[in-house]
């Protein structure tokens, strides 16, 4: 499936790292597309990035906090209102706060756990019924390698992640006879910035898992790849 013409997604997280470049990967495609994020500065930036690289394709921007079910909620509607419907959830909006268990702040933790967790849960519940009405559609879940394999001072971000790898997969099942294709992906190290960590020549793009959902979406609708690692090919010897 080269062209996407006619579909509808929103990304959230979408004014930068790999909710941009997931974005630009659906609408150089032809779909239409609306981005979230919380910095309105930002996300006008972006969605002028978009507007020149869409295929006759709609853009919008929509400031929105996830955590918020409501904001959510709207977040949806407005897309849909915009666009005519909704095919496809990228659910890419997430944060990191690393510092062993002792340093790490209850409101540190509680963003983690509302921003990667629960404002998941908040746009599926707000997309599910708009899916359905299309007659189905994808949710796809940006997770990480980090929720299978912990590491010190990080626990709260790897628990989230762990959290939304079983949430993902739990959608699936309910959502799969809805033909509702329900993925998460696992990135290893990606080169954003997030977390602090930096860009470096091994790491993955935002680019390859942008790549890894486009694939996915063309992927042969009787089987369901429900679950993606991507990892860079040759990170540094230890």
């Known amino acids: 499936m080269d062209s996407l013409t006619g579909k509808v997604a929103v990304v959230t997280g979408g004014s930068r790292g790999i909710g941009l470049a997931l974005a630009s990967a659906l609408v150089t495609r032809g779909a239409s597309v609306a981005i979230a994020g919380l910095d309105g500065d930002r ?17 919008e921007a929509l400031q929105a ?3 918020d079910y409501a904001q959510a909620e709207r977040l949806v509607e407005m897309a849909v209102r915009r666009f005519g419907g909704l095919d496809i959830l990228v659910n890419n909006a997430g944060i990191g ?48 390698l980090s929720g299978v394999n912990p590491f010190a001072g990080a626990a709260g971000y790897c628990a989230t992640k762990a959290g939304l790898n079983a949430f993902s997969e739990a959608l699936m099942q309910e959502l799969r006879h809805d033909d509702i294709r329900v993925s998460y992906v696992l990135p290893g190290s990606v080169s954003t910035g997030f977390g602090g960590s930096g860009s470096a020549d091994w790491k993955l793009a935002p680019e390859d898992v942008a790549q890894v959902v486009v694939d996915l979406i063309a992927h042969p609708r009787r089987s369901l790849p429900s679950r993606v690692e991507i990892r860079p090919s040759k990170p540094p010897r230890k």
């Open 97 to 144: 706060r690393f510092a062993p268990v002792a340093e790490t702040t209850p409101d540190d933790w509680r963003s983690m756990i509302e921003t990667n967790l629960t404002g998941v849960f908040h746009c599926c519940h707000a997309a599910i019924p708009h899916l359905r009405r299309r007659g189905g559609g994808w949710i796809f879940n940006v997770s990480s």
């Open 43 to 59: 996300l006008r930036q972006a969605a002028a990035v978009l507007e020149r690289a869409a295929c006759g394709a709609g853009v």
């Open 65 to 67: 906090d996830v955590r």
